[in-house]
């Protein structure tokens, strides 16, 4: 029986080391969380990291074992592989250059060929499990060369590549020095997918410069074979959310959390520690609201969940201390004894208590400066059991493309994000019931499964265009 194998750099599961005890954890990020009620059903596989460079046989075995009951396997990364292929040229070339940083990024040969090394050590690990007739589905940055690395070893499997990150323009994209293999290693899979169409734009536009490939209705024909590229905004496990919001111990933790906060009324903010989801610039317009607004002083917090992430980056370090000055500033400057204006967690949260989190809120706030999707503005519409809240949004996430109902902001601009906070927290009730209804229908429309459906259906209709081409 055909099954799919998704293919990701992470794991949903962590393996996490301590005083010589191996635990698996939930993963943190968009997308191991957004994956997870897939790769449970029938056969179906995942391949991935488990996140620890785990170099002994032992504790390699006992992981293997674990992973095998929750339908997955892992590909372990030596140190060095880590360093180089992962926090290197993953996070230190391609994060950075993905999401319009290019300043940030470092061209290192060496993390290059480290890069080539790990995606052909992930292929290896796919073609002792997958048979031809299986569809193997490989996730974002960290694995661009893997579709065109599995295709060499079996040429006629169906292969789908959704990437979870941005398409920079081609002006960003060439200046990377292995663009080209970038493009042929993406265009081994038949499908290869982004979350908006201005990415797809930017990819079709860098395969042309770059490679001479013209595309037809964003088909595009290399030799025989016809690759597709087209955009599937991901969507999330809206019953889930909306079920786990109204849920009685998520109401219990609701009512603790409100009893310690007090009457304040909440702005929620949930990312993981990265400079491009903008949170510096997002504390300096709350402090500018608090400035311009000062009415609203003591009766407004702002609850910054900040979730640890590639803490061993350089670059993740220094934007760690920023924002713990910046915390420290604005709370020590409009801080009275009973009010905290920002309550800042350096750590991550059980679901439940995010979920709490969700519920409690006024206003969302998602300012990042440069995004793919950003699936916590869904989570926390998805979890408005009553209507109320409002979302401010950056432009420049995906999700601003279908959200128009949000209040919409650029992240550059730190007075129209003050302002923003404002029209939010006065917003008459009828409106935000009416904005909320309206991005509630979307987005349990166009939910995970119907994600994953459009993105299966699409991969299918791609093998039958190639037969077609073949018979011709
Ligand atoms: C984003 C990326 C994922 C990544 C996640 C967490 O959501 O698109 O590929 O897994 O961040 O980052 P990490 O480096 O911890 O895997």
């Known amino acids: 029986m055909s099954r799919i194998i998704i293919v990701s750099n992470r794991l949903p599961l962590k393996a996490q080391k301590k005083e010589g005890n191996i635990t698996l954890e939930p993963s943190e990020g968009g997308l191991a969380t957004g994956l997870g009620s897939v790769y449970k059903q029938g056969d179906n596989l995942w391949i991935g990291w488990p996140g620890l460079p785990l170099e002994e046989e032992q504790d390699q075995e006992y992981v293997r074992e674990a992973l095998l009951k929750e339908n997955m396997q892992p590909v372990f990364l030596t140190e060095t592989e880590v360093k180089e292929y992962y926090e290197g040229f993953s996070n230190e070339t391609l994060w950075p250059t993905f999401h319009y940083f290019s300043q940030y990024a470092i061209y290192e040969q060496q993390l290059w060929e480290a890069y080539v090394a790990v995606n052909q050590k992930f292929c290896e690990e796919i073609i002792k499990f997958a048979q031809p007739e299986d569809t193997i589905w490989v996730h974002d940055y960290q694995l661009l060369l893997l579709p065109q690395l599995i295709r060499e070893k079996l040429p006629g499997v169906s292969i789908g590549f959704f990437q979870h990150i941005p398409f920079p323009s081609f002006e960003i994209f060439r200046l990377l020095p292995w663009r080209r293999e ?82 304040q009324r909440i702005i929620i903010s949930i990312d993981r520690l990265d400079y491009s989801k903008g949170i510096p610039n997002r504390l300096s317009a709350f402090e500018l609201f608090l400035k311009r607004y000062p009415e609203f002083q003591e009766k407004v917090s702002l609850v910054m969940i900040v979730v640890p992430s590639r803490d061993t980056v350089e670059k993740y370090k220094r934007l760690k201390e920023e924002i713990d000055e910046l915390v420290g500033r604005i709370n020590s400057s409009y801080r009275t004894i009973s009010w905290n204006p920002i309550q800042y967690f350096y750590r991550s949260f059980p679901l439940n208590e995010i979920s709490a ?47 128009s109902d949000a209040i919409q902001i650029n992240p550059n601009n730190i007075v129209q994000m003050a302002d923003a906070i404002h029209e939010a927290l006065i917003l008459p009730e009828e409106e935000q019931i009416a904005q909320m209804n309206a991005m509630q229908t979307l987005i349990k429309t166009y939910d995970i499964h119907q994600w994953v459906k459009v993105f299966m259906d699409r991969l299918s209709y791609v093998k039958i265009k190639q037969q077609s081409y073949l018979t011709d």
Do not use: C, W
């Open 357 to 403: 989190f969700y519920r409690l809120a006024d206003v969302g706030l998602v300012t990042p400066m440069r995004d793919g999707m950003n699936l916590v503005s869904k989570e926390y519409i998805a979890s408005k059991y009553d209507q109320k809240g409002v979302l401010i949004l950056s432009e420049m996430a995906g999700a601003a493309q279908e959200l």
């Open 182 to 263: 970038i493009i042929q290693g993406m265009l081994g899979a038949d499908l290869i997918g982004f979350h908006t169409y201005d990415d797809m734009r930017h990819f079709l536009s860098s395969a042309n410069r770059l490679l001479g490939y013209s595309n037809l209705h964003g088909l595009i024909e290399t030799g025989r074979r016809a690759v597709l590229i087209d955009a599937f905004p991901m969507g999330i496990d809206y019953e889930k959310y909306a079920t786990l919001a109204s849920a009685k111990e998520t109401i219990r933790i609701a009512d603790e959390f409100r009893a310690a906060i007090g009457t």
